[in-house]
């Protein structure tokens, strides 16, 4: 995605001021044109109960439509009640998805985020000792590997992939390691117990261990996630995650799995739907359904048009939860480069968005890669493979999704061979080459070609669509699991999300009548929100503001290897 120079802001500044002088003239007729809420805003669908179940659908592969350019801010989420995200939530890049009674709210079942990323408590990544820190080729390991807080492991030693990161190791005075980018900027920190990890473009993510609990924060406004150990059934142990968002608590579960030596940690549904209303989602609907979702005037929609457009027509909803949670990741894209911006940019309403939008952004090149038909298929045989196998859980009953898991060495489902087409869901850097990176954001796509992770844990991904200030299409590198299994988190937490405002949704626009949409609660609700995660979080942020401030100045001085 594009990045506005900050030497270029006040010119552009000034010539944005100048355009919007004359914006009334130009957006009068964009202001007659609906825009509908977009996917990433959430509200609680009706309980109900549920039909028959049904077969799949034939497969279609989607031809685009235009939208209308236009511009604005960050995704709006709700921390509200029932299934729905009116304050912070999905579209959101710092945190996501929360949940309340039993759905997308605040209390009861949360929803993931999209930069908030990884972790639990007794059996997290990074410590003391070691810590997860990009030494030569993206996550590797200082002292002793990926270790634990509390114990549970530690790698024997850092693992050198093929490919170097571009820049220089600073070795920290009291210990410690650093890894500096060519034009100074920090790539990862390893000191203290605290993981810090830049994104090519600017995005923070900082890990650590406070009280037993692991910390992650993302971004700005002390937005990230606290996760605690839970329950443990059948041999299965579970986790608590609260996320903070502008003043708002968000709660969900996460199973875990350990494999290979490592925890990870996997989405669990706090609810179900009825089985037919998966049935109904997943089957081809009687005809085929053209929908206006109204983004025309949205600023996100006006800046991504070069590279996504919704299908004209929908032949079952598992297309339209496609398109669903494909906006809402570019939605989360285009709010974490506002915040990026440091909030300069003017944020003119929706229909002047697009105008100075278009000025102020770099254009995209002619030949700028689309999200292809072909990938966008691929997305939609894995919505279809989720549902079919939250449809079988809600047909068993409580407990059904804990039996994979039983294993103390079960993969988690980001390597699942049938699961390879991942939408990334946090600023992240490729090493593509030795001594070349590039950055993914949300919205762009990655393929796993490797099931096997290295020593480093990571496996091989190749990018088969990108924004346009991402990495090209066909790298390809190493990746950390624990990112893809975020990615896959995100994915889960957004379809239920979407499912939610189908239920809400059907039966008007021109979507056909669901079936019976109520839910039932999971084997293992989510718990009451942590209070002190804000806290936590403001805490964490302060630190590793310190200490980025000391490894500068460590960098600058001539330190390094």
Not at 4 to 26: E, R
Not at 145 to 157: F, L, Q, R, S, T
Not at 386 to 396: F, P, T, W
Request: glycine share 14%; proline share 7%; aromatic share 8%.
């Amino acid at each position: 995605m594009n990045r506005i120079l900050k030497g270029d802001k006040m010119l552009q500044k000034g010539i944005a001021l100048a355009v919007l002088t004359m914006v009334p003239v130009f957006a009068w007729g964009q202001k007659n044109q609906k825009n509908a809420p977009a996917p990433a805003q959430h509200s609680a669908p009706a309980q109900h109960s549920a039909p028959a179940q049904h077969s799949a659908p034939a497969q279609h592969s989607a031809p685009t439509h235009n939208a209308a350019p236009s511009h604005n801010t960050a995704p709006s989420h709700s921390t509200g009640q029932s299934h729905t995200n009116t304050t912070a939530g999905h579209g959101n890049t710092a945190a996501g998805h929360g949940n309340t009674a039993a759905g997308h709210g605040n209390t009861a079942a949360g929803h993931g985020n999209t930069t908030a990323g990884k972790g639990n408590t007794p059996a997290n990544r990074g410590n003391t000792a070691g810590g997860k820190t990009n030494t030569a080729a993206g996550r590797g390991n200082v002292a002793g590997g990926k270790g634990n807080a509390g114990g549970a492991h530690a790698n024997a030693g850092a693992h050198a992939n093929a490919h170097t990161p571009p820049g220089k190791q600073v070795s920290l005075k009291g210990g410690g390691t650093a890894h500096v980018r060519p034009n100074g900027q920090i790539r990862s920190v390893n000191k203290n117990g605290m993981h810090i990890e830049h994104g090519m473009h600017g995005g923070r993510r900082v890990v650590s261990t406070r009280n037993g609990a692991r910390v992650v924060s993302n971004g700005r406004g002390h937005a990230g996630y606290v996760q605690r150990a839970y329950v443990t059934r059948g041999g299965v142990s579970y986790y608590s995650r609260t996320y903070y968002y502008g003043g708002a608590y968000r709660v969900g579960v996460y199973q875990g799995y350990y494999y290979g030596g490592y925890p990870y940690y996997g989405y669990y549904p706090a609810y179900y739907y009825q089985p037919a209303y998966y049935g109904w989602a997943y089957n081809p609907w009687a005809a085929p359904v053209a929908y206006g979702w109204g983004w025309g005037g949205a600023p996100w929609y006006g800046y991504y048009g070069y590279y996504y457009q919704p299908y004209p027509v929908y032949p079952s909803a598992a297309f339209w939860l496609t398109d669903y949670f494909l906006a809402a990741s570019l939605q989360a894209a285009y709010a974490a480069q506002v915040e990026a911006n440091e909030g300069w940019m003017l944020q003119p309403d929706a229909s002047e968005g697009t105008l100075v939008a278009s000025l102020l952004a770099v254009p995209a090149p002619a030949d700028a890669p689309k999200l292809s038909a072909d990938v966008k298929k691929d997305l939609a045989e894995e919505v279809k493979a989720i549902l079919a196998a939250e449809q079988a859980d809600a047909g068993k009953g409580k407990g059904s999704s804990a039996a994979p898991a039983a294993s103390k060495n079960a993969p988690p489902p980001a390597l699942d061979p049938k699961f390879k087409t991942f939408v990334v869901s946090a600023d992240l850097s490729l090493v593509v080459a030795e001594g070349e990176e590039c950055g993914l954001t949300d919205g762009d796509v990655v393929v796993r070609t490797t099931d096997t992770p290295d020593d480093d844990k990571n496996v091989q991904v190749k990018v088969v669509a990108s924004n346009k200030a991402d990495c090209a299409v066909g790298k390809e590198g190493p990746l950390a699991v624990e990112d893809l299994q975020e990615m896959y988190n995100h994915f889960r937490e957004g379809l239920k999300d979407g499912m939610g405002e189908l239920a809400k949704k059907q039966g008007t626009g021109g979507l056909p009548k669901a079936p019976d949409t109520s839910t039932t609660a999971g084997d293992v609700p989510a718990p009451e929100p942590d209070k002190t995660a804000e806290k936590a979080l403001k805490e964490q942020q302060s630190d590793a503001d310190k200490t980025e401030a000391e490894v500068k100045q460590e960098a600058g001085s001539g330190g390094g290897q």
